[in-house]
């Protein structure tokens, strides 16, 4: 007899989840937004590509994984799966390639972006191939959408985004949160050290990480790398590491756990981000978290608000500011000790639990949204008010002003003009605005953030 499958309030389509060997930081965010939703009573689903490490189906944090197909072949096996299990709203997440769950499905679609691709496709796939991918990710994509909310997640990746023709109206900007540091037994390395942390693949640009070693070597003796991550590009880094003639000087860790990524951490003086995009770059407060400062690309887009530049790292234009910034950090203990207690500040300003309630307001949003042009019986009363519950919860706490609910607020009123850029604690749903308390010592309106005391400092 066959058993149909539970009801899916929220399905969330991704090419990766992070138990995959090229899992990341727009993998964390994707679970975390989902493990969120799940926590105050939503069915939620998440559909992946398969891989070895990890079964078909399993329940992680509440909610259903399901792992099927490959690198490509997940793209129509996704789409399959929304047209046979009809759930109430779905978040696609684009990374590049489009999953077009609009093309199979009348409910809600919320597309998520993490960052838009324009340099990435000629690095990954040559002239030709990356013409044809960001003719899909600039002109395909758009259109497919062309009714659907987007979120992101830096204002960066938002302006891109306004390019290619996403109208401020329905698109909104939920950060990254920052865990929690967990407690590590090791102290900062007596040597300077250095450390990047990412997949590795072609355009996180970890070559440029060598490059630094290879120039301050003489200046630096005792100076070491840590290359924490894999990727399908491991061998080209290593005999690239060969080629400079730094093979002693790097140590390349492959996978570590948690702990023993924040361990790296903790014994590195300089943490380098040299990738070509990063639509918030996860890893930069992940940093921070253990007052380790960061030197990356102005250009690379989202680091240009996860880093501030000058106080919490150094934005640099090309290598040759890289090397000459590094080298600076190392000699200065003091301004990287400085830089190092800001970096921490800064990172604990982000919480998931915050970037939670914000994401739930644009799914309600995005269900309220589609009432005019649904029949009244598909309008799911039930997943308003669970999405309306979640939108409204910050560290388990319900935050009300006079019974009202906020405004979702556009992108255009950017938080750019707070010093350290910290994220608006406003929610995106009803018809008012108001601020919340985030995390205890974070108010913010709709202009500029405030740091007030902590109630339980």
Same mark, same amino acid.
């Given at each position: 007899?066959?058993?149909?499958?539970?009801?899916?309030?929220?399905?969330?389509?991704?090419? #990766?989840?992070?138990?995959? @060997?090229?899992?990341?930081?727009?993998?964390?965010?994707?679970?975390?937004?989902?493990?969120?939703?799940?926590?105050?009573?939503? #069915?939620?689903?998440?559909?992946?590509?398969?891989?070895?490490?990890?079964?078909?189906?399993?329940?992680?944090?509440?909610?259903?994984?399901?792992?099927?197909?490959?690198?490509?072949s997940?793209?129509?096996?996704?789409?399959?799966?929304?047209?046979?299990?009809?759930?109430?709203?779905?978040?696609?997440?684009?990374?590049?390639? @489009?999953?077009?769950?609009?093309?199979?499905?009348?409910?809600?679609?919320?597309?998520?972006?993490?960052?838009?691709?324009?340099?990435?496709?000629?690095?990954?796939?040559?002239?030709?191939?990356?013409?044809?991918?960001?003719?899909?990710?600039?002109?395909?994509? !758009?259109?497919?959408?062309?009714?659907?909310?987007?979120?992101?997640?830096?204002?960066?990746?938002? &302006?891109?985004?306004?390019?290619?023709?996403?109208? /401020?109206?329905?698109?909104?900007?939920?950060?990254?949160?920052?865990?929690?540091?967990?407690?590590?037994?090791?102290?900062?390395? !007596?040597?300077?050290?250095?450390?990047?942390?990412?997949?590795?693949? !072609?355009?996180?640009?970890?070559?440029?990480?060598?490059?630094?070693?290879?120039?301050?070597?003489?200046?630096?003796?005792?100076?070491?790398? =840590?290359?924490?991550? &894999?990727?399908w590009?491991?061998?080209?880094?290593?005999?690239?590491?060969?080629?400079l003639g730094?093979?002693?000087?790097?140590?390349?860790?492959?996978?570590?756990?948690?702990?023993?990524?924040?361990?790296?951490?903790?014994?590195?003086?300089?943490?380098?981000?040299?990738?070509?995009?990063?639509?918030?770059?996860?890893?930069?407060?992940?940093?921070?978290?253990?007052?380790?400062?960061?030197?990356?690309? #102005?250009?690379?887009?989202?680091?240009?608000?996860s880093?501030?530049?000058?106080?919490?790292?150094?934005?640099?234009?090309?290598?040759?500011?890289?090397?000459?910034?590094?080298?600076?950090l190392?000699?200065?203990?003091?301004?990287?000790a400085?830089?190092?207690?800001?970096?921490?500040?800064?990172?604990?300003?982000?919480?998931?639990?915050? =970037?939670? =309630?914000?994401?739930?307001?644009?799914?309600?949003?995005?269900?309220? &949204?589609?009432?005019?042009?649904?029949?009244?019986?598909?309008?799911?009363?039930?997943?308003?008010?669970?999405?309306?519950?979640?939108?409204v919860?910050?560290?388990?706490?319900?935050?009300?002003?006079?019974?009202?609910?906020?405004?979702?607020?556009?992108?255009?009123?950017?938080?750019?003009?707070?010093?350290?850029?910290?994220?608006?604690?406003?929610?995106?749903?009803?018809?008012?605005?108001? /601020?919340?308390?985030?995390?205890?010592?974070?108010?913010?309106?709709?202009?500029?953030?405030?740091?007030?005391?902590s109630?339980?400092?």
């Amino acid at each position: 007899m066959h058993i149909r499958s539970p009801a899916i309030d929220v399905l969330f389509v991704n090419w #990766r989840d992070v138990t995959h @060997p090229e899992g990341g930081g727009s993998e964390r965010y994707v679970h975390r937004m989902a493990e969120g939703l799940a926590a105050v009573g939503l #069915r939620v689903s998440l559909f992946c590509a398969a891989h070895e490490r990890a079964p078909a189906r399993e329940t992680m944090g509440g909610v259903s994984v399901v792992r099927r197909g490959g690198r490509l072949s997940v793209y129509p096996r996704a789409l399959l799966h929304v047209l046979r299990h009809r759930p109430r709203l779905v978040v696609d997440v684009q990374n590049g390639l @489009p999953f077009g769950s609009t093309l199979g499905t009348r409910r809600p679609v919320v597309v998520l972006v993490h960052h838009v691709h324009r340099e990435q496709w000629p690095i990954v796939f040559g002239r030709l191939g990356g013409a044809i991918g960001w003719w899909i990710e600039s002109v395909l994509a !758009p259109l497919l959408y062309r009714r659907s909310r987007y979120v992101t997640v830096s204002t960066a990746t938002a &302006e891109e985004l306004a390019g290619l023709g996403i109208t /401020s109206d329905r698109l909104d900007v939920v950060r990254n949160g920052t865990e929690p540091a967990p407690e590590v037994a090791v102290g900062r390395s !007596p040597e300077p050290r250095l450390v990047v942390l990412g997949r590795l693949v !072609p355009h996180k640009r970890v070559e440029h990480a060598l490059e630094v070693v290879a120039r301050l070597r003489d200046r630096w003796p005792g100076l070491r790398l =840590s290359v924490v991550g &894999e990727g399908w590009w491991d061998e080209q880094l290593r005999a690239h590491a060969r080629a400079l003639g730094v093979t002693d000087l790097v140590d390349f860790l492959g996978y570590v756990d948690e702990q023993g990524k924040h361990q790296e951490l903790a014994r590195s003086w300089v943490h380098l981000c040299p990738s070509v995009k990063e639509g918030w770059g996860l890893v930069v407060t992940e940093a921070g978290a253990q007052r380790v400062p960061t030197v990356g690309y #102005r250009s690379a887009g989202g680091l240009r608000e996860s880093v501030v530049d000058g106080r919490t790292g150094v934005l640099v234009d090309d290598l040759d500011e890289m090397v000459e910034a590094v080298d600076r950090l190392l000699m200065d203990a003091a301004a990287r000790a400085r830089m190092g207690e800001a970096a921490a500040r800064h990172a604990a300003a982000y919480s998931w639990p915050a =970037s939670i =309630s914000r994401f739930a307001g644009v799914l309600a949003t995005a269900v309220r &949204e589609s009432a005019p042009v649904a029949v009244v019986q598909d309008v799911d009363r039930t997943l308003l008010a669970l999405l309306r519950r979640a939108a409204v919860r910050v560290d388990g706490s319900l935050h009300t002003e006079n019974g009202s609910d906020p405004e979702r607020r556009s992108t255009a009123e950017s938080d750019e003009n707070s010093d350290e850029r910290l994220h608006s604690g406003t929610l995106f749903l009803g018809e008012r605005r108001r /601020s919340v308390t985030v995390e205890g010592n974070v108010v913010a309106d709709n202009t500029a953030p405030t740091i007030v005391p902590s109630a339980h400092a």
